[in-house]
């Protein structure tokens, strides 16, 4: 058995490294594609380019590793990703760079991937704490990122930068192979979504067991290759061939498959737009906050610093605190999620109507907290209605949807604003308000011990 406490401080560690490293270049990059002789629409297009790549790829890697084991996967997606930043580190050519963000974009899902391993590990009634925790330390990793980011700059350069950003991958690639177990799910055992299932539901496999299973097949191996070769010629060692590789690609063709199942689509899809709906509103004042702060207020942009940093420090705060939140609603998530929407649409109508910098501020506050729990929430719902063997891959989709809302939150804002000067605040109102509705007329289904609906219907 392993423990489940220094599993979990391990991949919250993996959360916080990992988006220090991307936090720490992410307002560079722009800057270094200049630098080598790119234009500022180029450096835009890299930058959609590396989101465009992991709007497909989040749902095929998250179904790669409900076939192949979380683990696994994540050690590949980790060494990967500290490729591609080595690459970035020594690019002084543009197609260098493109090469680097290509990699990045089809490989970095350590975030999704460590969801997917508390998954695993918790049970429902456990998850909503967990998930807020891995929330929370992954966010605080922007509060400290942009400032090392930029004392590693002027010290070194953007090399350096990314020569850093690099070894944190590097670190939480070592943390996985040290610390992080494989889960094989016991099919004997009930599923590990169900209510009543716990850590001791799975198996684990830690790095100590994988040396010695390689060991052993090591030693099968020339166990087999000690037999004669006319034991050998009496197989056809084409058809084995031919026939393993068959199995293996169907296999892998219909897991893949299954992420393009009606069923679950039909199962999932009102969670989906509840995310949609309201991730839109929060990336779109996001977008718009800077601006709104300095032409309604006068700030200026240090002071905007330390506001939106505040807020950051506000949204870790509550995350350490959402499983105490759930536990009061009696673990009725559906009915937080209304509530949270609610306050959502208070808030931002209350960012557009405030007499002052003040009242401003104290519904920015409760609007990150309340997002905060809403994300939590939306995941919960997705999680309680899906197999176990499907949690990597429906992970990756939800994180396909909140993709689409990054790409199309800027464009709505941009066009609310050329209407209305707090056009996306009051845009974002509306979108919350469409949520509310449609869970106060069809609230989601929240099933603790749940068996997907597509599965009941094979």
């Not at 234009?39 to 497909?56: E, N």
């Not at 942009?301 to 807020?311: A, D, F, K, W």
Request: with cysteine; net charge neutral.
């Amino acid at each position: 058995m392993f423990n489940r406490r220094l599993v979990t401080r391990c991949l919250y560690a993996i959360g916080f490294l990992d988006l220090l490293g991307v936090s720490m270049i992410i307002s560079l990059l722009p800057a270094h594609v200049k630098e080598v002789g790119g234009s500022g629409t180029l450096g835009g297009l890299i930058g959609s380019l590396y989101g465009g790549i992991q709007l497909f790829s989040s749902p095929v890697v998250g179904k790669w590793s409900d076939l192949e084991g979380r683990r696994y996967t994540m050690l590949t997606c980790l060494l990967l990703t500290a490729v591609s930043y080595y690459i970035l580190s020594v690019s002084s050519l543009v197609s260098v760079i493109l090469i680097s963000r290509v990699i990045a974009g089809m490989f970095k899902h350590s975030q999704n991937l460590c969801k997917s391993f508390l998954s695993e590990v918790y049970s429902h009634d456990e998850r909503s704490d967990a998930f807020g925790r891995f929330n929370s330390f992954s966010s605080a990793a922007f509060i400290f990122g942009p400032l090392v980011g930029g004392h590693l700059a002027e010290a070194g350069g953007f090399s350096l930068v990314c020569a850093v950003a690099a070894t944190t991958f590097v670190v939480n690639y070592g943390l996985t192979w040290c610390f992080i177990p494989e889960v094989v799910r016991d099919p004997t055992r009930p599923d590990p979504t169900g209510k009543q299932t716990t850590s001791s539901d799975v198996l684990q496999m830690t790095s100590s067991d994988v040396l010695q299973t390689t060991s052993d097949v090591l030693q099968t191996t020339s166990d087999v290759l000690q037999t004669t070769s006319s034991d050998v010629l009496q197989t056809t060692s084409s058809d084995v061939l031919q026939t393993s590789s068959s199995d293996v690609a169907h296999h892998t063709l219909r897991g893949f498959l299954t992420l393009f199942d009606r069923q679950l689509w039909r199962h999932l899809v009102d969670v989906f737009t509840l995310q949609f709906l309201l991730s839109l509103p929060m990336i779109m004042c996001r977008t718009n906050f800077g601006i709104l702060l300095h032409e309604k207020y006068g700030t200026t942009r240090v002071t905007n610093g330390y506001i939106t940093s505040g807020t950051a420090v506000l949204g870790v705060a509550a995350g350490f605190q959402i499983g105490k939140v759930v536990k009061s609603y009696d673990n009725d998530v559906p009915r937080l999620y209304l509530h949270c929407s609610v306050l959502l649409a208070v808030c931002l109508l209350g960012i557009v109507y405030s007499p002052n910098l003040v009242v401003l501020l104290a519904f920015v506050a409760v609007l990150g907290v309340s997002s905060a729990i809403a994300r939590v929430c939306s995941r919960q719902l997705l999680l309680a209605r899906c197999h176990a063997d499907e949690i990597g891959g429906v992970t990756g989709l939800s994180a396909t949807v909140t993709s689409v809302s990054r790409m199309t939150a800027p464009l709505l804002a941009g066009v609310a604003m050329d209407v209305a000067f707090e056009g996306p605040e009051i845009l974002g109102v509306g979108l919350t308000l469409m949520a509310v509705g449609v869970m106060y007329r069809n609230p989601p289904a929240y099933d603790h011990g749940h068996v997907s609906q597509h599965e009941k219907t094979e």
